[in-house]
């Protein structure tokens, strides 16, 4: 199995309250692409780069305000951690998650 394919429910600690998300990750002969799912909106995975058990990818976000996104995960088995820092002055938020369904 992969070490990120699958289908992960995160929580990210925002300035502005927590966030449900769902990361969709699909990896395809050594190639990883994703999509962001919360009640708001579906987006891309921009640019996804693994290392290891780190993943990076950006991602740009409309709700709750128009932002872009670098996110920096680690994976150990089926939990996730990480942050997601946007551009700009405002602080990095901290994630966390598990895997709901292998991909």
């Known amino acids: 199995?992969?070490?990120f394919a699958g289908s992960w429910d995160v929580v990210i600690v925002t300035p502005i309250g927590d966030m449900a998300?769902?990361?969709d990750i699909t990896?395809?002969?050594?190639?990883?692409?994703?999509i962001?799912?919360?009640d708001a909106e579906t987006v891309d995975f921009i640019?996804?780069?693994?290392?290891?058990n780190r993943l990076t990818w950006?991602?740009?976000?409309?709700?709750p305000m128009k932002l872009s996104l670098k996110f920096d995960v680690t994976v150990e088995g089926e939990q996730m951690t990480g942050t997601s820092n946007p551009s700009g002055m405002m602080p990095a938020s901290k994630l966390s998650g598990s895997r709901s369904s292998a991909g």
């Open 47 to 52: 640019d996804p780069v693994a290392d290891g």
């Open 36 to 38: 962001a799912r919360s």
């Open 21 to 23: 998300v769902v990361f």
């Open 27 to 34: 990896e395809q002969d050594g190639a990883i692409s994703g």
């Open 1 to 3: 199995m992969s070490t």
């Open 58 to 63: 950006n991602q740009n976000v409309t709700t």
